[in-house]
């Protein structure tokens, strides 16, 4: 349960609903004020003929155009700059794989606000100085690693940057030097537990582990249930995007009853994702943010594709930051798989490169055993095949090593009879998730 | 030139029965098959009185079928009958890729079909040390 006193930033973190509204709307204007300093806000207020002095509550917000993944890919990111180039101090970006990468620019003070959200999210779940930090989540271009390192050195723990992968090091690391929180993938963190088996090792009683934050990829309450119970500890649901700094947007507390989501540096919009209108209150829709602290490179209202509520109600543990539920889906077709973000579009490019014709094509994500797996099921044409029973091992070899090297994961590739895979009224089918995330 | 027919098929139950049914609703009768398995899917090949015809009722069948080349050649069902084409082939350097037999009429001919890289000078090795090289309407008439 949560310590008596558990925030790392008191002002911010108990403030009332009043006073998150009031400090919404002060800061709305200054990231206004802000906006009219990149290239890319100016053009927007001109076009739609916006006058940001005259943005005065959440009402007038809706007058702002959404942003969303394409635009931030069609756009130079220099273009939303809102402060002279040499005040940036650090890029991330996105993967890059459907195309022209999405890059985040930071100012020192950008990178000392997200830092501190992680902070806070790392202190309410009780983790304190003396603790051993373990971040075994990719570093570099990714957000996750830096992420969250710097929140955890903020946060004055020592901080073990052992990055993604390398099992057994992780493990022997956590040997080492006692690890007490770590910063993992969910899906990675069962698989680690096959490793160690190998070991003959149990993490209950062979670690010093007692907190874990998963986050990175969806998964469900009986999939956190799981990890908290083989590795002893209490595991603890983030959420963040790139586009909006990474993780840390976010956070559940020691009540474990959903996200709170720092609204003293986000506006949070729910939105239907057809009618784009605003949905009422704990209703599911589309999540919509605008950042409020980030000078560098402000957005506002992006359309996330993430599907997720707002809790209705208190939280027992006194913040007054609304809540957001688990992710449910995505407003597109994007899905993740073993913490990596996938587009069904990627999958049809590299078949279409390696058949040389379109195909009919479906993604199944299952969960073999403790396992994600991707497997592409791939229609064999005519026009694919010339009647060898050896042509199609070679195609099946092609198409996963082509696949392996445009996603970075290796699905299995299943060739089926054309004509095989279904259709829904007509519509093809691209995702089938069998995983039960949600 | 004699032809089979090559047939892409997933290994589950139904799939030779919509084949098979496929064929007896366009009057095919099928002289021999084999069926070359790879764990999830496989290839079935069909030696037929009429490829041609069993390889459009399989196309509008939504099957992924082709049209495969390959030499019918007779031989006698007496012992060394194989071991002499393949004597006869190993020796000019022709390489058979895959191949399967059948008695026609017993302890006399038989007929052994291959799928080899060069079909011309297979077929030019075979006649040229005697043996009897069958043709689509041939090997309807057998």
Known sequence: MAPEDNYWNRRMETLSREEISSLQLKKLRGILEICSHSPYYRRIFKEEKIDPSRIEDFDDLRRIPFTDKNILRENPSTDFLAVPREEIIRLHSTSGTTGQAIVIYYTRSDIQTWAEMIARCMYMNGVRRGDVFQNMIGYGLFTGGLGFHYGAELVGVLTIPSGAGNSRRQIQLMREHGTTVAHVIPSYALLLTEVFEEMGLDPREDTNLRILFIGAEPHSEDMRQRIEEIYGVDAYNSYGLTEMNGPGVAFECPHKQGMHLWEDHYILEVIDPQTLERVPEGEEGELVLTTLSREGMPILRYRTRDLASVIPGECPCGRKHRRISRIKGRSDDMFIIKGVNVFPLQVE??????????????????????????????????ELWHGNPSELRALQERIRENLRSAILLTPLVELVEAGSITKSEGKAVRVVDKRGNF | MAHQINVFAQN?????????????????NIRAITI????????????????EKAYQALIKEGFTAYMKEIIAVIMRDQPGGLHEICQAMGTRGINIEDAYGFVIQEMKTALLVMEVEKIPEAEKVLVDSGFKVLSDEELYQI
Request: no cysteine; glycine share 12%.
């Open chain 1, 349 to 382: 490019e590299v078949l279409m490169k390696t058949l040389g014709v379109g195909s009919n094509y479906q993604i199944h994500l299952e969960r073999v055993g403790v396992r994600e797996e991707m497997k592409v099921l791939v229609e064999v044409t005519g």
């Open chain 2, 12 to 28: 589950k139950p139904g799939r030779l029965e919509h084949l098979t049914k496929t064929l007896l609703e366009a009057g095919i």
């Open chain 2, 36 to 51: 070359t398995g790879m764990e999830d899917f496989g290839v079935v090949k069909l030696l037929v009185d009429s490829p």
